[in-house]
């Protein structure tokens, strides 16, 4: 590519929790680079994902659901929603359609937030695609327009992947002349370890109990490619915050922790194209999420 002619765009994906920022991101970039669940607070820290479309180089920063903070996690996890925002040419704004109406008091807040600091904001209205009537999504994208001046709107489905394209134009309007940052063929620039250890989450999540799964987090020890073989080891810690929690997280004779296992090791093989083995353990940590070593341990550092 001639690179007189490239142009880059920083782009941020934010919203409140289980509006789709993730679901957007893969469909954006075309392959999953981020976990997507039902649960709220899926997402636990800054993603970035990227594409190179022509001359135009998109690089998306998927965020946590924006909530109100209840521990040092928590904080880290909000801090990381205001921080992306200001880092970025451009803020994507995910709402849910489904959920009809006009914006809620997080989203008011988080809108208060980026009016505060200047940014520029396309609104992108998720789940259309749930919509019994078309007609009704025009009040909903009236009640929006109301509370933000939105560069543009931009009803989407990151499911049917209706109107990507179209976001997609809006944001590249935004792109600055300039060399690309990332390789054209890049996905993102978590390390492997790190999306490993998202995917055996990411099934922690969809199978386990609703009170269990915020107090989990993961940590990849060991992550290795065996010589003469396509097989890649990985071993990986399962962090409980209660005793209870353990065994839940185990299962009676252990079949909750193989079938969370097995399902990660699905993905995992997916996503590497080769064979995986995957070892799990499961430890407590009381209270990991309050405690700064913990935090920092599993991965969690201000930038």
């Known amino acids: ?41 899926t997402t636990r820290t800054r993603i970035q994902g990227i594409l190179t479309r022509d001359a135009v180089q998109f690089v998306f920063l998927d965020t946590p659901g924006f909530h109100l903070a209840k521990n040092k996690l928590s904080d880290f996890m909000v801090e990381t929603v205001r921080q992306s925002v ?14 009809g109406g006009s ?14 600091k200047g940014r520029r904001c396309i609104l992108a209205m998720n789940k259309v695609d749930l919509l019994e009537k078309k007609e009704d999504l025009l009040p909903i994208l009236d009640a929006y327009s109301k509370a933000y001046d939105f ?16 976001l997609l134009d809006e944001i590249a309007s935004f792109a600055q002349e300039g060399p690309h940052y990332f390789p054209d063929d890049t996905l993102t620039d978590q390390p492997e370890r790190v999306i490993m250890g998202e995917l055996l989450r990411e099934q922690a999540l969809r199978l386990l109990e609703r009170e269990v799964p915020h107090g989990i987090g993961i940590l990849v020890e060991r992550m290795s490619d065996r010589e003469d073989s396509d097989i890649v080891d990985i071993d990986a810690v399962i962090y409980c915050e209660k005793e ?36 799990c353990w499961v430890k407590v940590k009381e209270g990991w999420r309050n405690r700064d070593s913990i935090i920092r341990m599993l991965g969690f550092v201000k930038e």
């Open 1 to 41: 590519m001639n690179q007189k002619n490239s142009k880059t765009v920083f782009c941020t994906l934010t919203g409140r929790p289980n509006v789709g920022k993730s679901s957007i991101l893969n469909a954006l970039v075309g392959e999953k680079i981020a976990i997507v669940t039902d649960k709220p607070q």
């Open 86 to 99: 200001v880092d970025t040419d451009l803020t994507v704004f995910v709402a849910d359609a489904s959920r």
């Open 103 to 116: 914006p809620d008091a997080g989203e008011l807040a988080l809108l208060g937030e980026l009016k505060a």
């Open 151 to 166: 560069e543009s709107i931009v009803p989407v489905s990151a499911k049917e992947g209706t109107q990507l394209s179209v």
């Open 244 to 279: 209870s929690h353990k065994g839940i997280v185990i299962g009676k004779g252990g079949s909750m922790l193989k079938k969370i296992s097995s399902a990660a090791r699905e993905e995992m093989e997916k996503f590497l194209g080769c064979r995986v083995n995957l070892q």
